[in-house]
């Protein structure tokens, strides 16, 4: 799969019927993408994304993870972006805050693709990111790997593919209503945007709340 170039993203065409986002989805950038030939809505760091019409769901990860979650019976699914807070004295307690916001992360994907029709025992999930892709950092790639590949288990998800670790940023795209995922490995990084949008993301996580109970459906 070829990167799409700048000249491959446009605003939606006239014409062109996208199907309304769901409540609550307003804020996520959608947009046509000449290269598939479908609408795209890109997520970034802190983000999620749920749909039940045939669009495409884009991001690009570093050491973040992603979940790609659907129901194909039912026709809905969608994908996160997320990391668990730098909180190295909380590792392996249950309670900690990494495994607290990790699960607020993984429960809103879960639940919102409940909410609109989805049934968890169809739900199969596919798992990307976790790369190491600064050698000074502290391996947090490895971390958000341990910790959603516990969750998937825990939860008794269905886990049919995965494309973690290594050193390579990820492009992901991820097709909900047919289950295709198409991952590109970024080689070398032109620019330090990926860089830059984690070290925001990690700041952010350091200086906000965990939220508080989730409604599980």
């Known amino acids: 799969?070829?990167?799409?170039?700048?000249?491959?993203?446009a605003r939606l065409p006239e014409g062109v019927m996208s199907g309304e986002c769901l409540p609550g989805f307003e804020h996520i950038k959608?947009?046509?993408?000449?290269?598939?030939?479908?609408?795209?809505?890109?997520?970034?760091?802190?983000?999620?994304?749920?749909?039940?019409?045939h669009e495409i769901i884009v991001t690009v990860?570093?050491?973040?993870?992603?979940?790609?979650?659907?129901?194909?019976?039912?026709?809905?699914?969608?994908?996160?972006?997320?990391?668990?807070p730098d909180d190295a004295s909380?590792?392996?307690?249950?309670?900690?805050?990494?495994?607290?916001?990790?699960n607020v992360a993984m429960e809103?994907?879960?639940?919102?693709?409940?909410k609109y029709g989805g049934s968890r025992e169809n739900l199969e999930v596919?798992?990307?990111?976790?790369?190491?892709?600064?050698?000074?950092?502290?391996?947090?790639?490895?971390r958000n790997i341990e910790f959603v590949r516990?969750?998937?288990?825990?939860?008794?998800?269905?886990?049919?593919?995965?494309?973690?670790?290594?050193?390579?940023?990820?492009?992901?795209?991820?097709?909900?209503?047919?289950?295709?995922a198409r991952v590109k490995k970024l080689r070398s990084l032109h620019n330090d945007t990926i860089v830059r949008r984690e070290f925001e993301y990690?700041?952010?996580l350091e200086h906000q709340p965990v939220e508080g109970e989730i409604d599980l459906f």
Request: hydrophobic share 35%.
């Open 30 to 53: 959608r947009y046509w993408d000449r290269v598939h030939h479908t609408v795209a809505a890109k997520i970034h760091p802190g983000q999620y994304y749920v749909t039940r019409n």
């Open 90 to 102: 909380g590792i392996g307690n249950p309670l900690s805050l990494a495994t607290r916001y990790g």
């Open 61 to 84: 990860l570093g050491s973040c993870v992603s979940a790609c979650i659907r129901d194909p019976k039912r026709g809905i699914g969608g994908m996160n972006h997320f990391m668990l």
């Open 202 to 204: 990690r700041h952010e």
């Open 108 to 114: 809103h994907l879960v639940n919102t693709i409940l």
């Open 150 to 180: 516990e969750y998937v288990t825990v939860e008794g998800l269905r886990l049919v593919a995965e494309d973690l670790g290594d050193i390579y940023p990820r492009k992901l795209i991820y097709d909900p209503i047919s289950g295709r």
């Open 126 to 142: 596919k798992l990307f990111g976790g790369g190491r892709i600064i050698s000074s950092f502290t391996n947090i790639g490895e």
């Open 1 to 9: 799969m070829s990167a799409a170039s700048a000249s491959s993203v």
